[in-house]
Each structure stands twice: as structure tokens, then as C-alpha cells.
């Protein structure tokens, strides 16, 4: 631990004009710095300092003090709440009120990233995985595997009507494409 003397004017600024450095306290610092210095005991000097003006000291600046002097910049995923610097995910949640919250699909839409396109692309990734499981069904149907009723050959084929219809059709991005979906019948499920 070392005695560090600094200016007493520049610590109430926010930075540290250092006198002296010393193993031992220099006695009656006062006089000696005619009132000009204030000592600080410690390992090292923080590095962003501020001023105590009711016990002539120092201590380390806050996060919030570091912004409001320039010392310090938030990143972009960074906001100040309650005197402390909070992270968050900007792609997926927003700041209202000082408050962290989730994106909504309207933000999403909003901010273009979520789009007509991109919605219908990400359907005929979903139609393409569906139509694998589809394609080892009629495959397991063909080997004769499985016995295809004219009930279950109705439901796959509307199955795969609706999803061979659903990218063309699908117009209103405020609907999730994900709720038009068709259900997967469950003889299909068994290959997915």
C-alpha cells in the first residue's frame, strides 16, 4: 500500500494530477502542499477517479459518472439501467422505457427482417424436410411396407396439396407462415 498525493482541483474534475507517491505518509500534507492536495491510500490509483467533497477523497468513478464525463462509450448492445451498464441482444430485444424486452414479429417486420420472402423461404426449407419424410413414406408404401388405405392416401395427398400451394399463396406477413402449416399425418411422422 502507498501514500499517493494529488491535486485536489483536478480530482474534482475527474482526473489526477499526482504530487507524490510515497511508502510512508508525509506528515502534515496539508501545509506541505499549502492546501492544494489530497492523499489517497491504497495499491494503485483508479484509473477514472471522483472527487468526495464531504471527506476530501477520492474513490473509482461509476459507470454512469465514466458517461456523463466522455470517459467511457456504450456499445451497441449496452444501455445504462439503474446506475449499471446491462447487456443485451439488440437483434432480438429492444430497450422501451429503460426497460429490456423482446422483440415482437411486428419489430421484426418492421426492421425488415422479417419479410415476405424470407418467410417463404423458410417454408420450403420446412416443405423440403416434410416431403423427405414424404418421399420414405410412399417409398415404404411402394415395397409394401405399409398398406395405404384410400382414406390415408386422401390425407397425404391434401398434405402435400397444401404444402405444395402454401409459398405461392401465402401474401399477409403479419400471419406467421408457421400457423399454415399443414398437420403431418401421423403415418408420415414416422419418417421425419
Known amino acids: 500500500m502507498r501514500y499517493i498525493y494529488l491535486d485536489r482541483n483536478k480530482a474534482k ?3 489526477s494530477l499526482v504530487y507524490e507517491v510515497r511508502e510512508s ?3 502534515d500534507y496539508k501545509s506541505y502542499y499549502e492546501g492544494k492536495a489530497i492523499e489517497f491510500y491504497g495499491d494503485d490509483l483508479p484509473h477514472f477517479i471522483t472527487y468526495l467533497q464531504e471527506s476530501d477523497s477520492i474513490r473509482e468513478a461509476s459507470e454512469e459518472e ?3 464525463r466522455g470517459q467511457r462509450q456504450l456499445n451497441s448492445n449496452e ?3 439503474d446506475g449499471r451498464i446491462t447487456l443485451y441482444n439488440p437483434e432480438t430485444q429492444k430497450i422501451i422505457d429503460g426497460t429490456i424486452m423482446e422483440k415482437t414479429r411486428g419489430d421484426y417486420i418492421t426492421e425488415k427482417s422479417v419479410t415476405i420472402d424470407s418467410e417463404k423461404t423458410k417454408a420450403r ?3 423440403k424436410k416434410d416431403f423427405d419424410a414424404l418421399d420414405l413414406y410412399d417409398k415404404a408404401v411402394l415395397r409394401g411396407d405399409i398398406e395405404e388405405t384410400l382414406e390415408m392416401k386422401a390425407v397425404r395427398d391434401s398434405f402435400r396439396n397444401v404444402w405444395l400451394d402454401l409459398p ?3 401474401n399477409d406477413i403479419s400471419i406467421e407462415i408457421e400457423t399454415l ?3 403431418m399425418p401421423e403415418a408420415i411422422k414416422y419418417f421425419v
Open 125 to 127: 426449407l420446412q416443405r
Open 25 to 27: 505518509p508525509r506528515e
Open 13 to 15: 474534475t475527474g482526473m
Open 79 to 81: 444501455i445504462l439501467l
Open 181 to 183: 402449416y399443414p398437420d
Open 66 to 68: 465514466k458517461l456523463e
Open 168 to 170: 405461392g399463396k401465402y
